[in-house]
């Protein structure tokens, strides 16, 4: 009993395993696929091509009933006109075709030297044992244009301050028959970076079709102080057999550069609550052109005036400096310590500058003498009333 137990578990184990492995077995096996008729095809059977150029036409041999080698002919051929078939560079006859597998052959077609623009039809033959394909090529012959790139920019003089980012809309166009790819460079002075961008993405490099039309952006950017000047940039478009160059030139004006302190450096002054002080305060230009139209204001405590002399300056050459009194009022009120005013200088065109002057309230030298005057007639006072009741 105990054997046929053991025989019949595993009777049922194997038949438990052969239920459980068979269906994944069967979804990952992969069927064979079925061998299609022997075919000779091209991606592209009717070209366009220019006046003596040689004609290379990447074309498969796929199919068939069973692997084969199978004879390669051209049924068709154009008065004066040459076929080759080329199998990995070398010129070949006869190619060996797998059902399953594709086989590449490259058919070159030669003009004879007298070729004449027009259409021209090319047939050419895969011949197996038992079946064959024909392949049917369409080539227009016509006068190729001479390589030719051009640029062109509508506004080729841009002006800006030391910090712009000049930027130029160029037309870079493919005028002649070829598909070049182009390399873009820059001669640039060393004080500006170029980069050339194409629908937003910055390149080097760009594929050119004939009668193609490129718009590129190009950005000059400085990378250091730029003096004001006048500064030429070339820009180059180099092809395989044609090249472009194109000017431009970016115009740097001068900027105002405005330093708001006082003539010894230190922004500071005193004042007494209530009164008229006087500080002087310097408007320095550092910057490589005129600052003109300079306003002078303040920000002051609450119950403060503050007023300049003069209150506008009419302009500061690069490298100069003006003097300006500030008549600072503390209020009535201020007691003595430490105050921040802020002053101000806002050319008509440019940034403004602004510095924190700290002013000292000082108590009135008036009430100091007033104190002394009190605290002596007190001992005054006192000194009466010892010396009277003292000689009682």
């Known amino acids: 009993m105990r054997r046929i137990f053991v025989a019949f578990s595993l009777i049922v184990l194997t038949l438990l395993f052969i239920s459980t492995v068979n269906p994944v077995v069967a979804q990952d096996a992969t069927p064979t696929p079925t061998p299609g008729p ?11 091509v220019g006046l003596g150029e040689t004609v290379s ?33 070398k010129i070949v006859k006869s190619a060996y075709v797998e059902p399953t597998n594709d086989t590449n052959i490259e058919i070159r077609l030669e003009p004879p030297k007298n070729e004449k623009s027009g259409d021209y039809t090319f047939v050419v033959r895969a011949k197996g044992e038992s079946e064959q394909s024909e392949l049917t090529i369409q080539l227009t012959v016509q006068e190729k244009l001479p390589p030719s790139i051009t640029l062109s920019c509508d506004l080729p003089t841009l002006t800006g301050s030391p910090t712009t980012t000049f930027r130029y809309n160029v037309t870079l166009k493919n005028d002649g028959s070829d598909e070049p790819s182009v390399n873009l460079t820059a001669d640039a002075p060393n004080v500006f970076q170029v980069k050339f961008r194409l629908a937003g993405q910055e ?102 005036t503050v007023s300049f002399d003069p209150a506008k300056i009419e302009e500061i050459g690069p490298n100069q400096q003006v003097d300006v009194t500030a008549h600072i009022r503390p209020s009535d009120k201020a007691v003595a310590g430490d105050y921040m005013v802020n002053i101000t200088a806002k050319p008509s065109e440019g940034a403004s500058k602004t510095a924190e002057f700290r002013i000292t309230v000082l108590t009135s030298t008036l009430w100091g003498i007033v104190g002394v005057i009190l605290i002596a007639i007190a001992v005054g006072v006192v000194a009466l009333a010892v010396m009277r009741f003292g000689r009682r």
């Open 38 to 48: 022997l075919t000779l095809f091209t991606s592209f059977p009717s070209q366009v």
């Open 57 to 89: 036409v990447d074309a498969i041999l796929r199919g068939g009933k069973a692997p084969q080698v199978v004879q390669l002919e051209a049924v068709t051929v154009p008065q004066g006109w040459t076929v080759t078939f080329r199998g990995q560079g």
């Open 203 to 304: 390149i080097t490099n760009l594929p050119l079709p004939s009668k193609d039309i490129k718009n590129l952006s190009i950005e000059v950017s400085p990378i250091a102080d730029v003096p004001a000047g006048t500064y030429p940039i070339k820009i180059m478009a180099q092809g395989s057999q044609a090249s472009a160059e194109l000017d431009l030139t970016a115009e740097v004006t001068g900027q105002a550069s405005l330093t708001v302190t006082a003539p010894d450096g230190r922004l500071s002054g005193q004042a007494y609550a209530g009164k008229d002080s006087s500080i002087k305060v310097t408007i320095r230009n550092d910057g490589s052109a005129a600052a003109r139209g300079i306003e002078l204001s303040s920000t002051e405590p609450t119950g403060w």
